[in-house]
């Protein structure tokens, strides 16, 4: 498995500049498991004068020894660390050593949820610090973490030792599917598409890729076969963020089984709506799912849940219903009779996803008629031929409409295509439109000729996306 950075350019000069800075900085950078901050942390502080500790999932003792041994390795080298009974200790003799407070060092606390203990003993103690010792210094301090509702509720948010105190809160997002690129694999678009999809553009998992093997080879070796390398990952990372975990598990299986409302997830899995929806809420904070509503629609009940981390949908789909074939064996089997068939339906969700991803991050007034601050799906009842519609995409702006579709098929998009959105949008009141084709294979002729002739439509193919 190849350990290798990429991208993160923007990250990397956000920091460079916090680094850089002639005042107290207090640095938060969280993400999910595996999203690649610690390698972020560590390329950014190459060539930097830092003191550095990862939190381990240890007794308090344990990481306690670890951190004043970071401290003292730097501060003191060559001299063993004293022995501290707390957090307290080592900070009250820190804090009055010149040496430390001038030195103009970053502290860097990798995996601070594990650091901070069980009664974030710490937390108060970088408070006090920063308050009466380190505010008016060049110190820098960055704390890194995974567990994302640790680092919400007890970091960042009202309730925080460390409230107000942060100068820079950095999330650090998936990888975009046209940064793919970065990887230099041989795969095709549509099979990079996939891969991509399935490993939820998570930097760690797309390390693991083979690039010698074939998309389907590394399908079977990373979910499908004996042991496979990510077989027992989604139960990791639900044990890091919540207790309960088969509770989640079983809701994430109802949506993935395609149960997305409240009362269809909560009959499901045996629950009342009450609980199943602050289970359902709690996976929204740590951005498993999402609730989506209608474009426009201020009707809260309308909303539906769906998976949006990659891999848990890409598991919940394929590997949880077909458990138990894998585990007598039968991966090989399950790939080819049940997940390769089904890869073109999963792609199609995926694939809108991806195509509002690509509009927001390539928009350009040369090519879109106004700035769209919300871009999202619409459905409901056509009020004209009264049967239920959906539209994959669509913004608005006064006057004027963006209408979107997106499709994952073999075949190239036609005329017939524009013609069914046009249909579809005609009950919507708008003096401009304009329309928006997403396609995995491209368009025909005469759908490009006919774009080109009304001005209006805009046609975006995978490659266009790949090549962004």
């Known amino acids: 498995m190849a350990n290798v950075f990429h991208n993160r350019k923007e990250e990397l000069d956000r920091l460079a500049k916090s680094y850089g800075s002639d005042r107290f900085e207090m640095i938060v950078i969280w993400g999910r498991r595996r999203i690649g901050k610690t390698q972020l942390l560590i390329e950014s502080l190459k060539g930097r004068n830092s003191i550095t500790c990862t939190g381990l999932k240890t007794s308090p003792e344990n ?27 080592l900070f009250d003799y820190l ?20 650091l901070s203990g069980p009664e974030d003993e710490l937390s108060s103690v970088l408070q006090y610090s920063i308050d009466h010792y380190w505010s008016k210094t060049k110190l820098k301090l960055v704390l890194c973490g995974s567990s994302i509702s640790f680092m ?28 793919m690129k970065a990887y230099d694999w041989n795969f095709s678009d549509e099979e990079t598409a996939v891969l991509y999809s399935a490993l939820g553009g998570i930097p760690r998992y797309l390390n693991m890729v083979d690039p010698s093997k074939s998309m389907k080879e590394n399908l079977y070796e990373l979910f499908f076969a004996p042991g ?3 077989s027992g990952e989604t139960d990791t990372l639900l044990n890091e963020e919540f207790k309960e975990t088969a509770r989640y598990s079983d809701i994430l299986g109802a949506i993935a089984s395609g149960k997305s409302s409240l009362n269809d997830i909560s009959e499901a899995v045996g629950m009342q709506t009450g609980t199943s929806a602050f289970y359902l809420n709690s996976m929204i904070r740590v951005g498993l799912i999402k609730k989506e509503v209608p474009y426009g629609s201020k009707n809260n009940k309308k909303g539906v849940f769906t998976i949006i981390d990659g891999l848990f949908r890409f598991h919940y789909q394929f590997v949880r219903p077909n458990i138990n074939m894998i585990n007598f064996g039968k991966g090989d089997e399950t790939l080819n009779m049940s997940v390769m068939p089904a890869i073109p339906r999963y792609m199609s969700s995926e694939w809108e996803q991806i195509s509002i991803a690509y509009m927001y991050s390539s928009f350009s007034p040369e090519r879109d008629p106004f700035l769209y601050n919300d871009l999202s799906r619409w459905w409901a009842g056509n009020t004209k031929t009264k049967k239920q519609c959906e539209i994959d995409m669509l913004a608005t702006s006064g006057y004027k409409a963006l209408f979107g579709e997106c499709k994952w098929n073999d075949e190239r998009v036609g005329t017939s295509i524009l013609d069914t959105l046009i249909k579809r ?19 025909t002729d005469e759908l490009i000729e006919t774009a ?12 266009d996306v790949m090549s962004y």
């Open 152 to 179: 919400k509720d007890r970091v960042l948010s009202g309730n925080s030792p460390l409230y107000g105190r942060t100068t820079i809160s950095l999330e650090i997002k998936k990888f975009f599917l046209w940064e």
């Open 63 to 89: 990481n306690l020894k670890s951190l004043a041994e970071a401290f003292f390795s730097v501060l003191m080298p060559g001299i063993p660390s004293p022995s501290f009974s707390s957090y307290k200790d």
């Open 425 to 443: 949008c005609e009950q919507f009141d708008y003096q401009e439109k304009y329309f928006y084709l997403f396609s995995k294979s491209g368009f």
């Open 452 to 463: 080109q002739e009304e001005g209006n439509t805009r046609l975006i193919e995978l490659s």
């Open 95 to 114: 804090n009055h050593l010149p040496s430390f407070l001038e030195g103009e060092y970053i502290i860097a606390l990798d995996e601070y949820p594990y």
């Open 228 to 230: 496979a390398l990510l």
